[in-house]
């Protein structure tokens, strides 16, 4: 089995930090892989957890996909002993989009509110980072993204009115979908992250449908606002060789570079996507025609 499940280790401001490795695989592996092989590899299933940072290092571009829930007080955000990093950020940067109550993230001493769907882009080089909840009836949950970062880029709050937007998708294809990219370098520049949120439609099921794949980037979904009793059937793998991966709501889902990232739920919802990789083309993609898919 090719994941490292690491125990939830103390930090060294006396909080708790869940982390596990995630190795890199090929096509060739996948296409033998059982249904629990598959989610065990791919799936990211408890990501907010009171009070605790809870983190998943994928070996595809050594992306990190993570989140924080506070509670009454505030988190320090630490790094992981396995990045063997004096702070988080030192050779990182950070991207996190609230998605749930009102909170405020300070960053080397400022403060940025963040209200549901609001983003926040760190640059690397940020030395501490805390998280707050402003509602404890009502905790804020951040979702966190991170790669590796080769130079410094200014902190920035990105709310939706901030967002390059666009409409694609039709109800008659059931795909219609609002894309806000949030985290993308037609917004603000970064080094390799990329992050933003898509919006399903009312009747509309399917995401990034015609499928694509994009060797230069790897990719993660996260999926949210599914309604309780509600699924979303994910699917990975190559164009004519496809896995699916059943999700529930507040869960995320790995994909390597050669595979394909679309969905498709039983009611309506929304996603977050997180890139990283060779380029910062959000357009730079392989379609696969729908007919072709396997």
Known sequence: ??????????????????????????????????????????????????????????????????????????????????????????RRELGMIN???????????????????????IGQGTQQVLFTSLDVANPAKFYLNSTPASR?????????????????????????????????????????????????????VWNTMPAHTHDRRMEVYFYFEVPKGQSVCHFMGQPQETRPVWMQNEQAVISPNWSIHSGAGTSNYTFIWGMAGENLDYGDMDFCPITELR
Not at 63 to 81: D, K, Q, R
């Open 152 to 204: 410094a880029y200014p902190t920035r709050k990105v709310a939706k009115a901030d967002a390059d937007v666009v409409e694609l998708g039709s109800p008659e294809t059931a795909n219609h979908r609002t894309i806000n990219k949030l985290l993308v370098n037609s917004v603000l520049p970064t080094c390799q992250l990329q992050m933003g949120m898509t919006e399903l439609k009312p009747g509309s």
């Open 1 to 90: 089995m090719q994941t490292e499940h690491d125990a939830v280790a103390i930090g060294k401001a006396g909080q708790p930090i869940a982390f596990e490795s995630r190795y890199a695989t090929s096509p060739t592996e996948v296409r033998t892989m059982n249904t629990e092989q598959i989610r065990q590899h791919f799936l990211i299933e408890n990501l907010f957890v009171a009070d605790q940072f809870s983190w998943v290092l994928s070996f595809f571009d050594r992306y990190l996909t993570g989140g924080v829930m506070p509670g009454t007080e505030p988190i320090t955000l630490e790094a992981p002993t396995q990045l063997k990093a004096s702070f988080f950020l030192e």
């Open 99 to 121: 998605v749930g109550g009102p909170g405020q993230v300070i960053a080397d001493g400022v403060a940025y509110d963040l209200n549901f769907k609001e983003a926040l882009y």
